[in-house]
C-alpha cells in the first residue's frame, strides 16, 4: 500500500490511513504526523482518543500499530 484515496468520507479514516500506511512503510515520522492530526480532530469532535495515543506511541516507538482480528 503506497498512498490513501482522496474520496474518503471523515478526516478521522483519512488522517488514521496515512498514519498507517506512512508506519507500514517504514515512514515513523509521517505516521506520528497523521496520528497527531488525527488525535487533534477527534478531541475537536469531542470523541475518545485513548486507542488513538495508543497508535502513536507505537509509531513513536517506530513500530506499526497492528491489531488481531
Do not use: C
Not at 515513523?28 to 504526523?33: D, N, S
Not at 497527531?36 to 513500530?63: F, M, N, R, T
Request: charged share 30%.
Amino acid at each position: 500500500m503506497q498512498q490513501v484515496g482522496k474520496d474518503y468520507l471523515d478526516k478521522q479514516s483519512y488522517y488514521q490511513s496515512h498514519a498507517v500506511v506512512a508506519a507500514e512503510n517504514g515512514d515513523f515520522t509521517v505516521a506520528v504526523k497523521w496520528q497527531k492530526k488525527a488525535i487533534d480532530d477527534a478531541e475537536d469532535l469531542e470523541l475518545p482518543v485513548g486507542l488513538l495515543e495508543q497508535h502513536l506511541a507505537s509509531y513513536k516507538s517506530k513500530k506499526p500499530w497492528r491489531e488481531e482480528i
